[in-house]
Nanobody, 123 residues
Framework: QVQLVESGGGLVQAGGSLRLSCAAS????????MGWFRQAAGKERDLVSA????????YYADSVKGRFTISRDNAKNTLYLQMNSLKPEDTAVYYC????????????????WGQGTQVTVSS
């Protein structure tokens, strides 16, 4: 079992930055691929960014490429998402998730989820 707790969300003006963190606990969490998802009001939850267990490969949705950076520190069991040049359309609840199987860009393989953190970008 893996427990995930997100932090770092908040209200920011367009063009600003936020850094999300996700603290993981569980015996094998450092061996899992990890991802950040977001769900805007009235929309489906989408994969924003993902990273393999050793950080060797990363994925970004087209909408965030060049603005967001995913990273992880396995020694601290923590996943990060640095979000720069934020836009109002980035407003959503952001979730971190863990994928114990692989194929880190496959949303359906993410098994463990955090409770989410709200990010609101004002224009």
């Amino acid at each position: 079992q893996v427990q995930l707790v997100e932090s770092g969300g908040g209200l920011v003006q367009a063009g600003g930055s936020l850094r999300l963190s996700c603290a993981a606990s569980g015996r094998t969490s450092s061996s899992y691929s990890m991802g950040w998802f977001r769900q805007a009001a009235g929309k489906e939850r989408d994969l924003v960014s993902a990273i393999t267990w050793n950080g060797g490969s990363t994925y970004y949705a087209d909408s965030v490429k060049g603005r967001f950076t995913i990273s992880r520190d396995n020694a601290k069991n923590t996943l990060y998402l640095q979000m720069n040049s934020l836009k109002p359309e980035d407003t959503a609840v952001y979730y971190c998730a863990a994928n114990p199987i692989g194929a880190f860009t496959t949303s359906g393989l993410y098994r463990y989820w955090g409770q989410g953190t709200q990010v609101t970008v004002s224009s």
